[in-house]
């Protein structure tokens, strides 16, 4: 028992390292907004998993996959597909999923015992209804589930947001995220003593705007997350010709950056690719983005 006791405080501080439960819930997403500096609230690639509110402004049906390449072993990804719902509303259904395998488990003396991993996911199903053409506003569900050792917590968790196109160039968004949003861990059969532990995730609330035209985006967001921090970011995307675009973004912390390119696909389909580069914080390393979109 105690042999176990010590693997579980050494995976929980892994996962927990950067403070408050539901780190991979706070992630890019999508490459497009981690290179704009990790922008997520007018952001319309996997909306129903950043601000469900942006949902009502998607067109036609949208299938979307994240990946990222990141430093010490951990994975992260993300599935979503997004469709419309005549005449003014859109649901989607994500999933987000991260984790950290064959982690080296030893002992009190230092010797090997087994390979170990943990893992986090999270089941969205958001919706959307759009007012009067330029206002969306959007809620989303998710069953979160945390797998650690041998036991697995779940819980659930509410996102609510909108969106406005002020005019044709500027857009205000807003979202507040995990609301309620807890899991429940029960270690009464890996514990001798084992007991019943709530696990709450902080609350986010997040404003942002965006302005646009041709070839030129500007987008700015602040962001305040319960007992974790307070952020102001920006990021800017210039569309060059054969349909490729350049980004930039800083949040407060890191400067990052990527392009994407579209292209035709079947004729009546556009498919996309984006990247991005995370130069992480200090001795974290560099990390990679993908997303692929499939918009028919």
């Known amino acids: 028992m105690m042999k176990k006791l010590f693997l579980a405080i050494f995976l929980a501080s892994l996962l927990f390292a950067g403070g408050e439960a539901g780190a ?3 992630a890019g997403m999508s490459a497009q907004n981690l290179a704009l500096g990790n922008i997520s609230t007018t952001t319309l690639t996997h909306a129903g998993l950043q601000n469900p509110g942006m949902l009502g402004f998607s067109l036609g049906y949208e299938f979307t996959t994240s990946y990222a390449y990141l430093p010490l072993d951990r994975r992260w990804n993300a599935l979503s597909f997004a469709a419309n719902l ?3 509303a859109a649901v989607s259904l994500g999933w987000i999923h991260a984790g950290v395998h064959q982690i080296d488990g030893r002992d009190f003396q230092g010797e090997h015992t087994e390979y170990l991993s943990t893992s986090q996911d999270a089941f969205v199903l958001a919706f959307a209804n759009k007012f009067s053409g330029k206002i ?3 809620i989303a569900a998710k069953l979160i589930q945390h797998r650690l050792l041998e036991t697995t ?3 659930f968790g509410l996102d609510f947001g909108f969106a406005s196109k002020i005019t044709e160039n500027w857009l205000i968004a807003g979202s507040v995220r995990d609301i ?6 029960k270690t009464e059969e890996l514990f001798e003593h084992g007991s019943q532990y709530e696990e709450k995730y902080p609350l986010r609330i997040a404003l942002g705007i965006c302005w646009r035209n041709k070839d030129l985006e500007l987008k700015s967001e602040w962001e305040k997350i319960q ?3 307070e952020r102001i970011r920006a990021g800017i995307s210039y569309h060059l010709p054969y349909r490729t675009v350049l980004r930039a973004g800083f949040d407060g912390q890191v400067l990052r ?7 035709d696909f079947l004729n009546e389909s556009t498919m996309r690719f984006d990247y991005a580069v995370d130069p992480g914080r200090a001795s974290e390393g560099i990390s990679h983005w993908f997303t692929w979109s499939l918009l028919l």
């Open 180 to 185: 309620k949003s807890q899991t429940t861990w």
């Open 136 to 138: 969306s506003i959007g």
């Open 86 to 88: 005549p005449p003014t």
């Open 227 to 229: 007992h974790v921090s």
């Open 257 to 263: 950056g990527g392009f994407g390119i579209e292209y």
């Open 24 to 26: 991979f819930l706070r």
């Open 153 to 155: 917590a779940i819980g």
